[in-house]
């Protein structure tokens, strides 16, 4: 069974760099079959898509959030992050990380149970 | 980006009635679309793939149709469990998108 469990502080201050990490068990992120994901949910609201990261450490990210986010892995420890740099109040929400098939149609097929990060002085 | 959009916002429904659910591509996107059901603090879950699989353990209540721009969910018979946000999400452009949103709640 694939699970998937972010972790990370659960408060940020304006202007620093929100640091995530999934930890991944039942699969192993080097095997090649899948992109490994971050979205975000806005409190009450909608998901928004960051990005993947693919075995190799090839790298996918949404043009808005571009210019402030890195995905990383770390094979030997299972894991996979997430860096998002100069926050803000906006950026307070759940952040999920989640697996993708590399293959086909590109579905996100498990999830972990989120994170939330609110962002305040 | 490829814009989502579900309708409606939200619907009333009773249990054992049927429910569908519209998703629009702002292009289109073949049959690049998923749906997932998200309840009330937990993380969305996967229910179709490709516009019209059926992921495993999904009930067969569940359906979706469509291709190109426009798609639909449909629940055939409302159970309680049943009562939760529905999403759709594209994945035809490299840039994934998701529509906003439809909230089923319970009449």
């Known amino acids: 069974q694939v699970q998937l469990q972010e972790s990370g502080p659960g408060l940020v201050k304006p202007s620093q760099t929100l640091s995530l990490t999934c930890t991944v068990s039942?699969?192993?992120?080097?095997?090649?079959?899948?992109?490994w994901s971050w979205i975000r949910q806005y409190p009450g609201k909608g998901l928004e898509w960051f990005g993947y990261i693919d075995y190799s450490g090839s790298t996918d990210y949404n043009p808005s959030l571009k210019s402030r986010v890195t995905i990383s892995l770390d094979t030997s420890k299972n894991q996979f992050s997430l860096k998002l740099s100069s926050v803000t109040a906006a950026d307070t929400a759940v952040y999920y990380c989640?697996?993708?098939?590399?293959?086909?149609?590109?579905?996100?097929?498990?999830w972990g149970q989120g994170t939330l990060v609110t962002v305040s002085s | 980006d490829i814009q989502m959009t579900q309708s409606p916002s939200s619907l009333s429904a009773s249990v054992g009635d049927g429910v569908t659910i519209t998703c629009r591509a702002s292009q289109s996107i073949s049959s690049y679309l998923n749906w997932y059901q998200q309840k009330p603090g937990k993380a969305p879950n996967l229910l179709i793939y490709?516009?019209?699989s059926l992921q495993s353990g999904v009930p067969s209540r569940f359906s979706g149709s469509g291709s190109g721009t426009d798609f639909t969910l449909t629940i055939s018979s409302l159970q309680p469990e049943d009562f939760a946000t529905y999403y759709c999400?594209?994945?035809?452009?490299?840039?994934?998108?998701f529509g906003q949103g439809t909230k089923v709640e319970i009449k």
């Open positions: 490709a516009a019209s």
């Open positions: 989640a697996r993708e098939g590399r293959h086909g149609p590109g579905y996100l097929d498990y």
């Open positions: 039942g699969d192993s992120i080097s095997s090649g079959g899948y992109y």
């Open positions: 999400q594209q994945s035809y452009s490299t840039f994934r998108t």
